[in-house]
């Protein structure tokens, strides 16, 4: 137990697989992944794709597989980027068997759709010689029909069965570096679907509310329902699916996890919503800030408030704050302590000066 217990987060306790270079459960950090949304055979539009996506801070990309024409692509795309990257397979168990042939570090995949134990055997075969884990992906809305017809709809229950069904074939072929999700786009249903199956295994699970939404409601969405879990100590890595560009998914993802504490990438910004007694345009600040501090991967805290009334309780907390004041001048906190002023013209500049200051401390002592 830690001094403020009301803050511990009990993970579940699952095994653990390889993707890539990546650790996924166990004891290792939540992953964050993405998917491409370019065509797989535009290759350098899928790079950069990639390239951005790492950037945010991706640490695992998945890439849809869908013809042998897209193979030969993957091929070229994975020497081009540096996150490992899941190949996503649908029924065709040859695409299966050309993407770990490609380089492909993990597989998502659904062994009971791709035909007869035989080629089932053929492409666990491919990634045993390969080094890939695989995915089993189960989704809400493409459940088998002899499932729906037992339980009349999709529900938490068939979920269960049908991941457990899927498992169950890779482990009679002696294969059991793989992980698990159970999506569904309400979030009632996948919380208890992913609550069930973390009952009822040990795999790794992959959290995400599929077909969340567009930018703004998908990402409190998928807030909720990856928050819950999370919370709950469930999940070793998770998507959040935005009908938006792939970089924002990477970015929600953090900001979830930043949330509960689960992972520290970047600058934790503490504003407030702003009002009439703000002594500064806290709302443009803040994007302002946010904005220019994107390429700050160094774990730290800054706090932005408009008045004193929260602002110098807020910034004790934190490595750097700012409170709003009268007549332009804002006084600013250093370690949680009043150091000095600045003026609203040199306020923005300033203050991104400092936190690239204090990243470039932390980092000089940890080299130390």
């Keep these: 137990m830690s001094v403020r217990p009301y803050r511990d987060i009990i993970r579940r306790k699952s095994r653990q697989i390889r993707v890539g270079d990546v650790l996924v459960g166990g004891d290792a950090p ?13 290759v350098d539009a899928t790079v950069r794709q990639v390239l951005a996506m790492e950037e945010a801070g991706a ?25 490992p990257i899941v190949a996503d397979i649908h029924f065709h168990y040859k695409r299966g068997i050309e993407a770990a042939e490609a380089g492909a570090a993990c597989l998502r995949i659904n062994p009971g759709n791709i035909g007869s134990a035989a080629r089932v055997r053929e492409v666990v075969r491919a990634a045993k010689d390969h080094g890939c884990s695989m995915r089993i992906g189960v989704n809400a809305g493409s459940l088998e029909k002899d499932l729906l017809e037992k339980y009349g709809e999709p529900c938490p229950e068939a979920m269960v069965e049908s991941a457990l069904n899927h498992a169950r074939i890779l482990e009679d072929n002696d294969f059991f570096e793989f992980k698990i999700s159970v999506k ?24 995400g509310i599929t077909e969340a939404g567009g930018l703004q409601a998908g990402t ?54 702003s009002c009439a007694r703000q002594g500064f345009d806290v709302v443009k600040t803040v994007a302002a800030v946010e904005e220019r501090l994107q390429h700050i991967r160094t774990p730290l805290t800054l706090s932005i408030i408009g008045c004193v009334v929260n602002g110098p309780g807020e910034a004790r907390e934190t490595d750097i704050g700012l409170t709003g004041g009268g007549g332009g001048s804002h006084k600013v906190y250093v370690g949680g302590v009043p ?5 609203s013209e040199e306020m923005i500049d300033h203050i991104v000066q400092l936190v690239e200051q204090k990243a470039a401390q932390i980092e000089a002592q940890k080299e130390e």
């Design 339 to 343: 150091d000095h002023n600045t003026s």
């Design 220 to 273: 409190v969405l998928s807030s909720i329902g990856i928050g819950n879990l999370l919370w709950a100590g469930i999940g070793d890595t998770l998507r959040v699916s935005l009908s938006a560009d792939p970089v924002e998914e990477v970015k929600v993802g953090y900001h979830i996890l930043k949330s509960l504490g689960l992972r520290t990438r970047g600058v934790r910004v503490v504003s407030c919503p």
């Design 59 to 83: 640490d695992i990309v998945r890439i849809s597989v869908p013809d042998e024409a897209s193979s030969a692509a993957l091929k070229d795309i994975i020497k081009q980027v540096n996150v």
């Design 30 to 42: 939540i992953s964050v992944q993405s998917m491409t949304n370019t065509l797989t055979t535009d």
């Design 184 to 207: 569904a786009s309400d979030a009632f249903l996948g919380v208890a679907a992913y609550q069930g199956l973390a009952e009822a295994c040990d795999y790794p699970l992959h959290l």
